[in-house]
């Protein structure tokens, strides 16, 4: 079974299609697939042009993307559910109760993943090992400042603002990649 990680932010064009594509680029070589979609996306839209050029620097090519609308069943076929702020986080769960445990900030879970004992579980099920150390980590750290968890929008900004967003997303992510590695 190959597990699926979904990212989520408002529109579908600045922070979860990078988030994506970043993430493709780190998970590499595990059986994890990764996808995003948007609380308030309209389908079929490009990429914002800045975050596609953060998208290419991953080695990838950010042609073939399009927005999506965030539906049920994304969150219900996903693994885990990383999204850009806590109003997202709110609504994915309100719109899947069933992914509450599986839904976090990108960055919550980056350092809930930073802080977790090393993940232990069957082949090809290390994404859902990762996520319940992860899980296992909030009673161990204290709570984060609400500005904390939520990554800004860069959509609005410079394409220098995108790349600082892009280093946050990665930073967020390279607890997660260690994580999975320990479950292989």
């Known amino acids: 079974m190959v597990d699926r990680v979904l990212f989520v932010c408002h529109a579908n064009l600045c922070r979860s299609p ?9 998970l590499a070589g595990r059986p994890v ?5 948007g609380t308030d996306a309209r389908d079929d839209l490009l990429m914002h042009p800045y975050a596609a050029e953060v998208a290419a620097e991953t080695g990838a090519d950010p042609a073939e993307f399009r927005s999506r609308k965030l539906r049920r069943e994304h969150l ?4 885990l ?5 806590r109003r997202q986080r709110s609504m994915c769960t309100a719109l899947a109760p069933a992914a509450l445990h599986r839904t976090f900030t990108l960055r919550q879970f980056g350092r809930l993943a930073a802080a977790a004992e090393p993940a232990t579980g069957p082949a090809g099920e290390e994404l859902r ?6 899980a296992r980590a909030r009673g161990r750290l204290q709570p984060a400042t609400p500005d904390a968890d939520d990554l800004p929008d860069p959509v609005s900004g410079t394409a220098a603002d995108f790349r600082r967003c892009a280093e946050e997303i990665e930073r967020s992510m390279r607890p997660l990649a260690a994580l999975i590695g320990t479950a292989g």
């Open 76 to 79: 219900i076929g996903a693994s």
């Open 129 to 134: 090992a990762a996520v319940e150390a992860a």
């Open 18 to 26: 990078m988030a994506e594509y970043i993430a493709r680029r780190l």
């Open 81 to 85: 559910v990383l999204t850009a702020t």
């Open 33 to 37: 697939t990764v996808a995003s979609a």
